[in-house]
């Protein structure tokens, strides 16, 4: 029995439960092994039946119980109920990362021939996994500017499969109207995916929209503490039969501890995304009053160009602030990223650490200046990732980081 279906009371209102009640409760059997209040850690790659007879109706009852671990175990099916509800969908299919969830549903999804259509604005190497290697599969990747749905419709042919987007993008934080995107996969009758990775259930819904699959990496605001990788799909589970079927041969699956740190990690998760989302708003005002900043990215601004649709379909902007030094070249940026002493140079988000990078150097030292134009990279970008920590102490790190500029 699974949490929150078993609302059949008297007064069977609609009233869903919030997201913190979600969180701590849904997936969860009310009464578990050995009394525990917690889920235990079955370290198990097999398991067993009683008999013959056992294994004949797990198979033609299509029983929900263990079989062999990388078709998936009993603790990962209450993570992945828990995550269904939290985003308000019928399935979720854990990985063992984002990135192995995104291989996994398009190596579900497309044949050779097929297309898929971007807005280029996104994690770089979900762009790499197209260009570099769906292509050998003969699969054809088109990118259209980010928001721009006139130009993602005139890229949709008929081969066309899956039309994907981030949103927020990642670092330029750039909002999907996540209804018109749902509207322009069905009416070409393609399925909508949306990476949400930095929306999070507690921000935005995509499903409610109308979009077709929502992705995570849960290595970052769902698991929250930055000690784990992991990724989820949440769909409908039609649409989800053959991406957990090819999963079971793909492998990339979580261990049960791995499996243990996401639960506990997602039952403080509306907790830290208040934080997340209070800290990201108050350094993304105080950037913008800051002399030594040139530009803000920063969904919660109504500076920022999709301000507006934000407000819309998100409940808050999340914890990711992106921003411009002025007048500065590489190094000088270089050198606020190394002032920081609250901050920790790293890649990655969404954990209790505040992190920040130079996209430059962390992500994009690679490709050449032509690329980095076209990603929208400049060398003076900074990306700043607020942690939990207190509002005033990574404003007063970021001040004294800053300062050394001013003097320059
Ligand atoms: C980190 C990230 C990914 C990749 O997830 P991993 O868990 O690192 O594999 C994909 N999309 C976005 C938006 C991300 O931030």
Same mark, same amino acid.
């Given at each position: ?38 889920? $235990? ?173 929502? !992705? ?29 079927? !090819? ?43 800051? $002399? ?67 996209? !430059? ?48």
């Amino acid at each position: 029995m699974s949490f929150p279906s078993d609302r059949s009371g008297p007064r069977s209102e609609q009233r869903l439960p919030g997201p913190s009640t979600l969180a701590v409760h849904a997936g969860e059997d009310r009464h578990k092994l050995g009394h525990a209040i917690t889920d $235990p850690v079955i370290c198990a790659s097999t398991f067993t039946f009683k008999d013959s007879q056992a294994v004949i109706d797990y198979i033609e009852q299509d029983q929900e119980r263990g079989e062999y671990g990388r078709y998936g175990t009993p603790g990962e099916m209450v993570v992945e109920r828990k995550l269904a509800a939290m985003e308000g969908g019928e399935e979720a299919i854990l990985y063992s990362s984002g990135m192995a969830a995104i291989v996994g549903l398009f190596m579900s999804k497309l044949n050779s021939g097929d297309e898929v259509v971007f807005f280029d604005e996104c994690y770089h190497r979900s762009r790499e996994f197209c260009a570099k290697h769906l292509s050998r599969f003969g699969v054809v990747t088109r990118q259209v500017k980010a928001c721009d749905y006139e130009a993602m419709e005139a890229a949709i042919t008929p081969q066309t499969r899956l039309v994907v987007s981030e949103s927020p993008t990642n670092p330029h934080l750039s909002v999907v109207d996540l209804e018109r995107f749902a509207d322009l996969g069905r009416r070409h009758g393609v399925d909508t995916l949306i990476d949400a990775t930095l929306a999070t259930p507690y921000n935005a819904r995509p499903i409610e929209f109308g979009i077709d699959f929502v !992705l995570h990496s849960a290595t970052k605001y769902m698991g929250g503490h930055n000690d784990l990788l992991a990724g989820v799909i949440v769909g409908q589970s039609e649409k989800l039969a053959d991406v957990r079927t !090819l999963r079971g041969i793909m492998g990339a699956v979580n261990s049960a501890h791995n499996l243990y740190l996401l639960q506990r990690g997602l039952k403080t998760f509306e907790l830290r995304m208040l934080r997340h989302n209070a800290n990201g708003q108050a350094v993304a005002e105080f950037l913008e009053n800051h $002399p030594a900043v040139e530009r803000v990215y920063y969904p919660g601004l109504a500076s920022h160009p999709y301000h507006e649709v934000a407000r819309r379909t998100m409940r808050g902007y999340g914890g990711l602030v992106t921003f411009l030094i002025k007048n500065a070249d590489w190094r000088v940026t270089a050198d606020v990223v190394d002032r920081s002493r609250i901050a920790r140079i790293a890649p990655s988000l969404g954990g209790v650490e505040t992190l920040i990078e130079q996209p !430059l150097v962390m992500s994009y030292y690679q490709c050449t200046v032509e690329e980095r134009k076209r990603f929208g990279i400049p060398d003076n970008m900074i990306r700043l990732a607020c942690g939990i920590e207190n509002e005033e102490d990574i404003i007063a790190d970021l001040e004294q980081a800053l300062a050394g500029v001013q003097r320059t």
